[in-house]
């Protein structure tokens, strides 16, 4: 567990009770996640699991995508947006989209803002449906948990706007994955790998993780991002 935060024997990451004030005392220290755990209690809003998925996926996130507007589609309470704009302040923006925005949302970016002012004016929330957004190609697409064919909806709304995509599926429709592979693969797994086989047919550099499976047992992060095209000379 990273410092300052209590052991996983004593404080289960996976579950889903909120955080709140009772549990300052499991985030001590000066680290970043142990602020943003001190943050999030503070809130009284959040489920536990999902300060953890949104800080493991955001920190493998920022590995590899740097900068850009962040796009949190399905975004709930948009911590993992907020987290990518704290972990990598050149990003200018990011807008969290949701067809039904948690009404503590906004309770949770005040909290967020008090801790880090900069993030003030920084993040929209949007409660649409995920195709109404405009999307660009210099955007960092993200989706943490996105169920089912929301995953799929994601990707091919990055790889028609041609932006670079991070999504951590789950609650696979095991009708959707592909039959060829049912003897080799469990279906979700095979599934997951035809998503990035479709992201790489796309253009797509592709790199697949993991987050710690003691906060999910969903924790394949599939990452990718436009090959570079360099355009053909003058004639």
């Not at 955001?58 to 911590?79: E, Q, S, T």
């Not at 948990?145 to 095991?174: F, I, K, N, Q, W």
């Not at 592979?181 to 790998?193: F, I």
Request: hydrophobic letters at 45%; charged letters at 25%.
């Amino acid at each position: 567990m990273p410092h300052g935060i209590a052991p996983a024997a004593l404080f289960s990451r996976a579950s889903t009770n909120r955080l709140t004030s009772h549990d300052l005392g499991r985030f001590e220290g000066t680290s970043l996640l142990a602020r943003l755990g001190r943050t999030v209690c503070e809130a009284g809003c959040l489920p536990r699991k999902e300060l953890f998925e949104a800080w493991e996926m955001a920190r493998r996130v920022r590995r590899r995508h740097r900068g850009g507007r962040v796009v949190d589609l399905a975004g709930g309470h948009g911590l993992l947006a907020q987290a990518l704009l704290l972990l990598d302040d050149s990003s200018p923006s990011a807008v969290v989209v949701d067809a039904s925005l948690p009404p503590s949302a906004d309770r949770l970016h005040a909290s967020l803002v008090a801790a880090w002012p900069r993030l003030r004016d920084r993040v929209e929330f949007v409660e649409a449906a995920l195709e109404t957004v405009p999307l660009d190609r210099d955007d960092v697409i993200v989706s943490c948990h996105a169920c089912g064919s929301l995953t799929d909806r994601v990707l091919d709304l990055a790889v028609r706007a041609e932006a670079r995509v991070a999504v951590l599926p789950c609650c696979h429709d095991v009708r959707d994955a592909p039959a060829m592979l049912e003897g080799w693969m469990d279906p979700a797994l095979a599934q997951d790998v035809a998503r990035a086989q479709r992201l790489a047919g796309a253009g797509y550099d592709v790199w697949t993780q993991v987050v710690p499976p003691d906060i999910t047992p969903k924790n394949r992060l599939l990452v990718g991002a436009p090959q570079l095209r360099i355009a053909p000379p003058a004639r």
